[in-house]
């Protein structure tokens, strides 16, 4: 039988498809950048898997970074041969972000032979707060001759190998036996050996015996390496806290536990759950008499005074200035008030204020009081000196810290007279009179000096503010229920008991709350600030200082003697119920 036209054509047709490479098929690629969000100190993976239908040589893709740079890669993994007689080719990046913003993966270029194959642009976005998404990587090996830098393909591991990711948590807390008040430095660390995706606190310390000061802990910066065990490990901060012990003896911090994805030794991501380590502390009890100028600081303390301005003429106000650096609680420091003589008018004080730096892991606080004084006539005048007392952790004893202001120059003002010579003592001073009640003239002395200012024509701007305060407290007349108030909390620290006093203190509070603030009345006290909102930031700030130190009092009456803690929530009471005062309820 002859063949047909046909089927020659039919049997050409598939000789032709036969004799075809499979080389000229391209091959198929993917690319994957993720995650999609990550902060600015985290780290994004970019992965390229190509398949190809033959085995010939396949260069590791091309592309451009944009606020993009390349920590590590490629690292290669090559599948085996397909029943197809082709193989899965996967490349992988680890990426590092500049700065917030759009960053990008373009021009990617695949290459396999004489063919090339364009892949699409990749994006993710870049954020200032780390998400918990980006990885936390374990740096590689250094490139040596048994670790290659970039190899091909993964070593070989044994079969009996152990896959749990080497991963775990540890808390320190140093000093181990802190004094009464002192600053502890807790830490939480986390050790690893392999990469660590995410982290979920599930408990944390309440840090019970202590007050707690959280101190920032930057992005997750790299790792420091470090040794644990006879092995090598990466650290990581994750908590720190300043801790103040409120109380003498045996004090124990409870261990925190964490749910987290890690990398084990086969490559696969496995979910861990770690707890830390138990911290056990021995608090020592503050000796014996203390002295009568502590307040509580336990550490380092550096007093100053200064006079702003130095020289001024008489009747013009100058600020006496007093500044506290310490690791130390400052808050309970009060200045005591200062005999300064007839010829220099104490003005009052505007409320401390207080900053606060991180300093070799310690939280430093400097507090600053500001005292207005207006001299009467010409001269210099030599202020009395600031005496603090402060216990020294290094030699187990109290130390009295002292400031001396500079002398202050007083130039005669418009009509003032020099300054009379001192007398000597036990000399008696003819023409002169006892001095004034300050109860019952301070309106008259506030009065007189806001006409001298007035004549003076406020020139300085310390003199513009010294007349808006007086101004307001000369409209400030009786209120029978600020007084009632005062009188409750004087009656209130006579009690025999701390307890019974902070009871008493809360309650008259309570009534008069109810009386002039009642959106205020029925929230405990460490909510007033936040009730009060940003529009009376300095009322709330009283209120917060208020708060904290009545649950001192409550909590650690032994922190420091008993009726300082109590003088200095009565002065803080006071200066609330003035700050309520002047602003009204609104």
């Known amino acids: 039988m002859r063949p047909t036209r046909r089927s020659l054509r039919a049997w050409l047709g598939l000789l032709l498809v036969a004799s075809l490479p499979a080389a000229a098929q391209l091959p198929e690629a993917t690319v994957e950048l993720s995650p999609e969000l990550i902060g600015v100190s985290e780290l994004a993976e970019l992965r390229v898997t190509v398949h190809s239908p033959s085995l010939e040589t396949m260069e590791p893709p091309r592309f451009l970074l944009d606020n993009l740079e390349e920590l590590s890669g490629p690292e290669t993994a090559v599948g085996t041969r397909d029943a197809r007689g082709g193989r899965t080719i996967v490349f992988r990046w680890v990426l590092r972000p500049h700065h917030v913003g759009r960053a990008r993966v373009y021009g990617l270029r695949v290459s396999a032979g004489s063919r090339r194959l364009e892949l699409p642009v990749r994006r993710l976005e870049v954020q200032a707060l780390p998400t918990g998404q980006g990885p936390i990587r374990a740096r590689p090996p250094e490139p040596s001759p048994a670790h290659p830098a970039r190899p091909t393909t993964p070593p070989p591991r044994e079969p009996h190998a152990p896959t749990e990711p080497r991963v775990f948590l540890q808390a320190e807390a140093r000093p181990a036996r802190p004094w009464l008040g002192e600053q502890v430095e807790y830490t939480l ?13 599930l408990e944390l310390p309440d840090f019970d015996g202590f007050w707690a000061e959280e101190i920032s802990v930057p992005g997750k910066a790299p790792g420091e390496v470090v040794s644990s065990g006879g092995e090598r490990f990466e650290r990581a901060v994750m908590l720190r806290r300043a801790l103040f012990p409120l109380r003498a003896g045996s004090v124990s911090i409870s261990p925190v536990s964490a749910e987290m994805v890690a990398t084990g030794a086969d490559g696969r991501g496995r979910s861990l759950r770690r707890t830390s380590n138990t911290i056990e502390l021995e608090v020592r009890e503050l000796p014996e008499p203390a002295p009568e100028s502590f307040y509580g600081t336990v550490g380092e303390l550096e007093l100053s005074a200064t ?32 005999d300064l003589g007839p010829s220099l008018a104490d003005a009052g004080g505007d409320e401390p204020s207080s900053e606060r730096r991180v300093a070799r892991g310690r939280i430093v606080e400097t507090r600053t009081w500001r005292r207005w004084l207006v001299p009467q006539q010409a001269g210099p005048y030599r202020l009395p000196p600031i005496e603090i007392a402060a216990f020294d952790p290094g030699t187990g004893s109290y130390h009295e ?16 007279e020099p300054a ?22 301070h309106r008259a002395l506030l009065l007189g000096l806001l006409v001298a200012l007035a004549g003076a024509g406020l020139t300085t701007p310390p003199g513009r503010r010294f007349l808006r305060r007086a101004a307001r407290r000369l409209r400030l007349g009786k209120d029978p229920v600020f007084e009632r108030l005062e009188a409750e909390i004087e009656n209130a620290f006579a009690l025999p008991t701390t307890a019974a006093s902070v009871a008493a203190v809360e309650a008259a509070w309570r009534s008069f709350l109810a009386e002039r603030h009642p959106e205020l009345a029925a929230l405990p006290a460490r909510d007033w600030s936040r009730a009060l909102g940003p529009r009376r930031r300095r009322t709330a700030a009283e209120a917060q200082r208020f708060a904290e130190d009545l649950e001192l009092l409550r909590r650690a009456p032994r922190l420091a003697d008993a009726e300082a803690l109590k003088t200095a929530v009565s002065h803080r009471s006071r200066d609330l119920a003035r700050e309520l005062r002047r602003h009204g309820s609104g």
Not at 189 to 201: A, E, F, G, K, T
Not at 307 to 327: H, M, N, Y
């Open 307 to 338: 006079l702003e301005p130095p020289t001024v003429a008489a009747g013009e106000p100058v600020a006496w200035v007093v500044r506290a650096t310490s690791p130390g609680r400052l808050g309970l420091v009060e200045l005591p008030a200062p």
């Open 401 to 416: 810290v002292r400031a001396d202001a500079p002398e202050l120059l007083v130039s005669p003002g418009g009509g003032a």
């Open 420 to 441: 009379a010579p001192e007398p000597r003592s036990g000399e008696r001073t003819v023409g002169t009179t006892a001095p004034p009640n300050r109860a019952g003239n």
């Open 189 to 201: 660390y986390l050790y690893y050996q392999s990469d660590v995706h995410s982290i979920r606190p």
